[in-house]
């Protein structure tokens, strides 16, 4: 059984946006442009809100706002109370640092980075 012409249309429009070729086409015709910018901003922020949701989950599962209340404390120190190594450790706090959840707070004797409580996190 034929596809009605409706649904046809559809997916030859859906493949022809799809399409590298067309999406650098649009990308670049003045006329295309503001709106290609507005739909790849928009899949971004899509991205972003779910990323930044994964930092925020995590932060909250490990209890580092509970453990940044106190006294800002370096990846070393806070990497074995998380069940992680050093490295991944550093990778999550920088993170937490990037949404604001977490902020740099200077170095210790040892001129290692310490991180305390952002903006956001605060508020947790």
């Known amino acids: 059984m034929e ?3 409706l649904d046809r249309w559809r997916a030859w429009r859906d493949a022809k946006l799809a399409s590298p070729a067309f999406q ?5 015709f003045p006329l295309t442009r503001g709106e290609a ?3 790849a901003r928009g ?6 809100g779910f990323v930044y949701s994964q930092i925020l989950f995590a932060l909250v599962e490990l209890e580092l706002f509970d453990k940044l209340a106190d006294k800002p404390r370096t990846a070393a120190d806070l990497a074995p109370e998380m069940g992680m190594d050093m490295a991944a450790a550093d990778r999550l706090l920088r993170a937490g ?17 310490r991180y305390g409580l952002g903006k956001l996190g605060i508020a947790m």
Request: proline residues 3%; charged residues 30%.
């Open 3 to 5: 596809l009605p012409f």
């Open 37 to 39: 910018a507005r739909r």
């Open 97 to 113: 640092v990037a949404v604001d959840l977490l902020e740099r707070r200077g170095k210790d004797a040892a001129g290692t980075v």
């Open 24 to 28: 650098r086409w649009a990308a670049d």
């Open 43 to 48: 899949l971004f922020d899509i991205t972003a």
